[in-house]
């Protein structure tokens, strides 16, 4: 698409509950008739609804099934995605920074951009709070993000692995959570059900 230089851009960083409907409904209602342009910024590629992280995390729901694409819902809806993380802001000139994009051999795939705005919007989210508690960051697993769900997952499924070949005297697998809020009890819940089903794919 081709803007002039009077189109007022939106930048939306975080595609979150919040910025991707932000920007879908500023694409639907503006994009779409090119009285703005809209662009959505998210350091993941795909939106996966953060109450359901739990349910990734225990591999009873495949986030691959549950996830939007940001770059289809993006050409859907009349805005425009581009993929990075946030690590700067200049108010003056109005821009803000994207980091490098790398690959996982650590090689930069893009480099450090640079992305002019005429409104920001800041929706990237929260994370949990550990309060400081000593150990807290270095031994425990967050569920803030797709990745994080994903490598619990991964977990799990190796310690079950790891007790399966243990003695039977030796297995030992326990796993604590820490926030009995609607996603610890619901963790908790599914980690249950998981149990229950590697158990009947012979999985002890
Ligand atoms: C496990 C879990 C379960 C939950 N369950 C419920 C529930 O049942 N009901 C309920 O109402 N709420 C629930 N919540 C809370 C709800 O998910 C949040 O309130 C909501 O997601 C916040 O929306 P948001 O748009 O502010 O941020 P988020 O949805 O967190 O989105 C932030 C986005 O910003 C991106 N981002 C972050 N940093 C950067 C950066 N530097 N650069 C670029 N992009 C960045 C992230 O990739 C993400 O896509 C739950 C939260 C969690 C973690």
């Excluded at 703005?36 to 609804?49: K, P």
């Excluded at 499924?157 to 039977?168: G, I, K, T």
Aim: hydrophobic content about 40%.
């Amino acid at each position: 698409m081709h803007y002039s230089n009077q189109t007022h851009h939106f930048v939306v960083v975080g595609g979150g509950a919040g910025g991707l409907e932000l920007a879908t409904k500023l694409g639907n209602k503006l994009g779409k008739r090119n009285k703005a342009r809209i662009t959505l910024v998210d350091a993941a590629l795909t939106h996966v609804w953060k109450p359901l992280l739990h349910e990734v995390a225990a591999g009873s729901l495949n986030s691959d099934a549950a996830q939007v694409d940001f770059r289809v819902h993006a050409q859907q809806h009349y805005f425009e995605y581009q993929p990075g993380r946030l690590t700067g802001l200049n108010r003056d000139q109005k821009t803000i920074t994207l980091a490098p994009i790398k690959n996982s051999a650590g090689e930069t795939v893009v480099a450090e951009r640079h992305l002019s705005y005429d409104t920001l919007v800041l929706a990237v989210g929260s994370t949990t709070n550990d309060f400081g508690t000593k150990g807290a960051a270095e031994f425990c697993q967050f569920l803030d993000s797709q990745e994080q769900a994903r490598r619990f997952h991964r977990n799990l499924l190796n310690r079950y692995l790891q007790e399966e070949f243990a003695d039977s005297s030796e297995r030992n697998l326990r796993v604590a959570i820490i926030g009995a809020g609607a996603t610890g009890v619901e963790l908790a819940a599914e980690l249950r059900y998981a149990s229950q089903q590697l158990e009947y794919y012979g999985l002890h």
